[in-house]
C-alpha cells in the first residue's frame, strides 16, 4: 500500500514530541485532511490527546507486544491511500527493551512500517552541540530512516542561525522550529501526561501550538517527506484476513476455545470513566471479533451494572485520584462485589485490581472501603514499584494454555497486601521472574496490563467464561 506517513521521534523524553504530533495533528484536523495518529509503545495517555482532544483517531503500536509482520498489519488495516498516518515515538529513537535491545524502539517500529522520520530536538541551552548530537544520530541510523529536524525551544533568531550549518554540514534538512512558550508545556504526573480531561484549556493550548507551528515548521516539507515514504506490504495470510477472505484454519482462530458463539453473545461490562481509562482499542477489538457485546458503565457515577452483562472488565486508570468518591458509592461497590460472588467472571488491570481490594489508603492516608472482592488493603508507596514489559505465563490454565505467556507492562506506584501469585511474571532482556495475579476459573487480577493480540487465546477464553455464565453453566 502507497501511504503517506511520517514518525517524530527525539533523542530522549522531554524534546517535545507529544506537542508537535498534536500540533500537526491539529493542523491537518483544521484543514479537513484525512489522518490517523499511532503511539509507539504501551503509553495509554498520548493517544487520548490525539484521539480525545483533537478527534483524530489513534492505536498503539508496539513491536515487542507483536511481531513485525503483525505490527504491518495492525499498521495497515487502520490506514487507506488517502489516509495520512502520523506517528509519536517513545522515550529516545533508539531506546528499545531495557534501554538496550532495538525491540520496542522508535526506531523499530520505523523500520518495520518503513515510515521516515522527523527527529525533534529540544535545542534550548544548546549551540553548535546541536550539531554533533545530530551527527551521532545520523550515524546510527543504518536504514537512513531520518529524513529531516526539527528544532524545538529555540528563538527565531537562533533557528537562522544554526539552521544553515546543520544543512550545510549534515545535509538533512530542517523542516521548522517551535518557540520556547509556557503555554506549549503539557504537565505530567507520576504515570506520565496529565489525562487531557485534567487539563484546564487543553483545546485552547493545542490550537495555539498549531496555529504558531505552521508559521515556524514547513507542513508542506513535512508532508514531502511523509509522501515520499515507501510501498509497504504485509504477508498473503495477513492480506486475507485483511480482506474478510480468510482460510477455514484462519477462520477457526478466532473463534473461542470450545465452541462458535453466534449471534447475540455475551456481554461484558467496560468500566469506562476518570478513574478507568487505560485500555487498548486493539484488546476491545478482539473481545469483539469473538462474539462479545461491549457495554460501558462508570463506578463513579453508576449505580448498578449494565442490564444483562455477563462479564466485568476493570481497567487501570487513576481510581486513587478518585478514591473517596469510588468509596462513597456504595450501590456500585455492591453489584460489583455480588457479581463475582454470583460467579460472573472479572478481569482486573492495575486500576481495576485495585478497586476491587477490601480498602485503599489514598495520599492523606485515609483508608477508602473499596468493592470488597479481594480481601486486603492496597497502598500508595510513594515510588515506583514496577515498570515495564513483562511476558505472564498461567500456572494452571485457566485463561491461556498451559506453559502459554501473554505479553503487557507494569507501571504503579501503589501496592497490595494481596497481589497474589498464580501467574510468573518474567522480565523479557533479563529472565527475572516473580510471581503475579490472582487467577481461577472465573477471575483474572493484578497488577500488569495485558495486550491480548500478543496472545488472542486470552481474549477467546475470557469471551468463552462470559458465555457460560449467560448460560447458567458457571
Given amino acids: 500500500m502507497k501511504v503517506s506517513r511520517v514518525m517524530f521521534a527525539a533523542p530522549r523524553s522531554g524534546n517535545g514530541k507529544t506537542i508537535v504530533t498534536c500540533a500537526l495533528l491539529q493542523a491537518f484536523k483544521n484543514r479537513d485532511r484525512q489522518t490517523v495518529s499511532f503511539k509507539c509503545g504501551p503509553d495509554y495517555i498520548d493517544p487520548m490527546f490525539h484521539e480525545k482532544v483533537i478527534g483524530v483517531p489513534a492505536k498503539n503500536l508496539d513491536t ?5 509482520e503483525q505490527t504491518r498489519r495492525i499498521f495497515l488495516e487502520s490506514l487507506t491511500e488517502e ?3 502520523v506517528l509519536e515515538g517513545v522515550m529516545g529513537l533508539y531506546d528499545g527493551l531495557g534501554g538496550i535491545r532495538e525491540e520496542g524502539s522508535s526506531y523499530h517500529l520505523a523500520k518495520v512500517t518503513k515510515t521516515p522520520v522527523v527527529f525533534v530536538v529540544d535545542a534550548k541551552g544548546m549551540g553548535r552541540s546541536i550539531i554533533s548530537l545530530l551527527a551521532g544520530f545520523l550515524a546510527y541510523d543504518k536504514e537512513h530512516l531520518i529524513q529531516g529536524v526539527l528544532l524545538n525551544r529555540i528563538s ?6 544554526i539552521k544553515p550549518l546543520i544543512e550545510k554540514e549534515l545535509s538533512i534538512p530542517v523542516v521548522g522550529f517551535l518557540p520556547d512558550k ?7 504526573r507520576y504515570l506520565g501526561l496529565i489525562l487531557p480531561q485534567d487539563l484546564k484549556d487543553i483545546q485552547e493550548k493545542l490550537q495555539a501550538a498549531s496555529e504558531e507551528f505552521v508559521k515556524t515548521v514547513s507542513v508542506e516539507r513535512i508532508i514531502k517527506i511523509a509522501e515520499d515514504a515507501e510501498i509497504l506490504s504485509i504477508a498473503t495470510a495477513d492480506r486475507e484476513r485483511r480482506s474478510g477472505h480468510r482460510s477455514h484454519r484462519q477462520r477457526r482462530a478466532v473463534l473461542p476455545l470450545q465452541r462458535k458463539i453466534e449471534k447475540d453473545g455475551p456481554v461484558i461490562a467496560v468500566a469506562k470513566d476518570e478513574a478507568f481509562c487505560f485500555y487498548y482499542e486493539a484488546n476491545l477489538s478482539l473481545l469483539q471479533e469473538n462474539g462479545a457485546e461491549i457495554k460501558y458503565f462508570s463506578p463513579l457515577r453508576d449505580e448498578k451494572l449494565p442490564d444483562g452483562c455477563h462479564a466485568l472488565l476493570l481497567g487501570g486508570g487513576y481510581p486513587e485520584l478518585y478514591a473517596e468518591r469510588l468509596s462513597e458509592n456504595v450501590k456500585m461497590r455492591e453489584a460489583v462485589r455480588h457479581a463475582v460472588e454470583d460467579g460472573m467472571p472479572i478481569v482486573a488491570e492495575c486500576g481495576g485490581f485495585l478497586y476491587l481490594h477490601s480498602a485503599m489508603r489514598d495520599k492523606e492516608g485515609i483508608n477508602r472501603d473499596m468493592a470488597g472482592v479481594i480481601p486486603a488493603e492496597c497502598y500508595d508507596t510513594g515510588k515506583s514499584v514496577r515498570f515495564g514489559y513483562v511476558e505472564i505465563r498461567e500456572k494452571q490454565g485457566y485463561f491461556l494454555p498451559k506453559g502459554a505467556k501473554i505479553k503487557g507492562h507494569e507501571f504503579h506506584y501503589y501496592e497490595s497486601a494481596g497481589s497474589g501469585n498464580d501467574c510468573i511474571a518474567i522480565k523479557p532482556v533479563t529472565g527475572k521472574e516473580y510471581s503475579c495475579m490472582i ?12 495486550y491480548y493480540p500478543s496472545n488472542p487465546s486470552f481474549a477467546r477464553a475470557f469471551v468463552e467464561k462470559a458465555e457460560r455464565y449467560k448460560e447458567g453453566l458457571v
Fill in 156 to 161: 527565531k533568531g537562533y533557528y537562522e542561525t
Fill in 83 to 85: 489516509s495520512f498516518a
Fill in 439 to 450: 487467577v481461577d476459573e472465573t477471575h483474572w487480577m493484578g497488577f500488569p496490563h495485558l
Fill in 64 to 68: 515487542f507486544f507483536t511481531d513485525e
Fill in 182 to 188: 509556557e503555554e506549549f508545556h503539557i504537565d505530567s
